[in-house]
T-cell receptor, first 113, second 112 residues
Framework: DADVTQTPRNRITKTGKRIMLECSQTKGHDRMYWYRQDPGLGLRLIYYSFDVKDINKGEISDGYSVSRQAQAKFSLSLESAIPNQTALYFC????????????FGQGTRLTVV | AQKITQTQPGMFVQEKEAVTLDCTYDTSDPSYGLFWYKQPSSGEMIFLIYQGSYDQQNATEGRYSLNFQKARKSANLVISASQLGDSAMYFCYDRGYSTLTFGKGTMLLVSP
């Protein structure tokens, strides 16, 4: 099994719908992140969390919310999806006590129509 | 604040030749770490190589090496003897105190 698992892997949804992307990890890391990837823009940080009670906005948090249900689980919600939220979404973890290598989920391809 | 700059949106190289992908960084942290990842068309992110700010020697991992020039704040990835399977997007990132800051990536295409 993968260390970081994202569900779903692919999703097509309609404008205005609420959608949740889920991420779970078996690495035991405290730090978890949500990024979105768009062509030419690289990976941009949406939200990050250092532990269950510590959640922080990234550079593009508008239109998104997150929930850290447990150390191992970090969910991203789009409250009312819009077409420009069509992107590839990545969940990642890292361990502050080591060199800080990021461990990524497989990505979720989200299309908002 | 950290900033990572990858100035090459796309690079072309012929099979078996070497190629250098540029990455410059800007950070105020005295202790930092720079990583390179490869993203093939399937989308997954694959770790390639790491360079710590206090490392005395340039990192190497098989055909991958880092040309780390601290004074110039650059950590360029060198791929020797390119292979067709090296065609992918490549990202540089900095392990900062709080978040992971990525460059915009370089798309490498290897031709036969």
């Amino acid at each position: 099994d993968a260390d970081v698992t994202q569900t779903p892997r692919n999703r097509i949804t309609k404008t205005g719908k609420r959608i949740m992307l889920e991420c779970s990890q078996t690495k035991g890391h405290d730090r978890m992140y949500w990024y979105r990837q768009d062509p030419g823009l690289g990976l941009r940080l949406i939200y990050y969390s250092f532990d269950v009670k510590d959640i922080n906005k990234g550079e593009i948090s508008d239109g998104y919310s997150v929930s850290r249900q447990a150390q191992a689980k970090f969910s991203l919600s789009l409250e009312s999806a819009i077409p420009n939220q069509t992107a590839l979404y990545f969940c990642a973890t890292s361990d502050v006590n080591t060199r800080g290598e990021a461990f990524f989920g497989q990505g979720t391809r989200l299309t908002v129509v | 604040a950290q900033k990572i700059t990858q100035t090459q949106p796309g690079m072309f190289v012929q099979e078996k030749e070497a190629v250098t992908l540029d990455c410059t960084y800007d950070t105020s942290d005295p202790s930092y770490g720079l990583f390179w990842y490869k993203q093939p068309s399937s989308g997954e992110m694959i770790f390639l190589i790491y360079q710590g700010s206090y490392d005395q020697q340039n990192a190497t991992e098989g055909r991958y090496s880092l040309n780390f020039q601290k004074a110039r704040k650059s950590a360029n990835l060198v791929i020797s003897a390119s292979q067709l399977g090296d065609s992918a997007m490549y990202f540089c990132y900095d392990r900062g105190y709080s978040t992971l800051t990525f460059g915009k990536g370089t798309m490498l295409l290897v031709s036969p």
